[in-house]
């Protein structure tokens, strides 16, 4: 049987428009409101060899309603105990609007010109809205995006409607954060640390020992001009 002539899922049809208004409408009704951080990076910083972006830097949060796909909560291998200590590798499905992503994009210039969507490495500050009076910051999680899935509504009448971001929380690596939004910067401060530089490339923290490592190695390494490991040329 051919298909429904009175369907066309080729064009931007009243009915492409209906089933987006209704997923839009679902995730503000069973959403939360999660702040989105593009991830950027010092001009020049980036690793071609490794990958790796040492500069990173988010000094911007905007705010997406997005739906937690996760409904028995947390996945992933939870909290392991291994050689290394405690790691924490939680995950999370959020679901968010393709049409509220370009939205934003439309009313930020800056960003169109940038990026098309939520990318990975880009970082969600999900906030569950209860202080913790104990250490004295909200109680909100970062989380870092590990893959845009943007077909996992499979072209429901010819058209996508959301992304589907699939996450982790965050290993905090001495990024640097200053996105003005207090409960995202407090949050970063008290939890991870303050990031100092010490004046040379390596930088130094409450997570950081950098400068004490450094420190310490001098009485352990030999760094005449007769040691392989002098500074000499």
């Known amino acids: 049987m051919p298909q429904n002539i009175h369907i066309d899922n080729y064009r931007n049809t009243p009915e492409q428009t209906l089933i987006e208004d209704l997923i839009i409408e679902s995730i503000e009704f069973n959403g939360h409101d999660i702040y989105w951080l593009p991830r950027k990076v010092s001009a020049g910083q980036y690793d071609q060899i490794y990958g790796e972006d040492p500069g990173k830097f988010f000094d911007e949060a905007h705010l997406l309603t997005m739906y ?23 995950q999370l499905t959020l679901v968010v609007a393709i049409r509220s992503v370009n939205e934003l994009l439309n009313a930020t210039p800056h960003l169109k010109a940038a990026l098309s969507r939520p990318r990975e490495g880009d970082l969600l500050y999900l906030d569950f809205g209860i202080p913790d009076t104990e250490v004295g910051h909200a109680s909100g ?8 899935e943007h077909e996992s509504i499979f072209y429901q ?35 991870y640390s303050e990031h100092v530089h010490t004046g040379n490339t390596m930088p130094s923290g409450v997570t950081a020992d950098n400068t004490l490592i450094e420190d310490e190695a001098d009485d352990y390494l030999d760094t005449s001009e007769d040691s392989p490991f002098g500074d000499w040329s």
């Open 141 to 148: 999680t970062l989380l870092e995006i590990n893959f845009t």
């Open 68 to 90: 937690v796909a996760s409904a028995e909560g947390w996945g992933g291998e939870r909290d392991v105990v291994s050689r290394f200590g405690l790691e924490i590798r939680e």
């Open 157 to 191: 009448l010819g058209e996508l409607q959301v992304y589907e971001l699939r996450c982790e929380t965050f290993r905090y690596a001495n990024e640097e954060f200053s996105t003005g939004i207090i409960d995202i910067d407090q949050a970063v401060a008290n939890n």
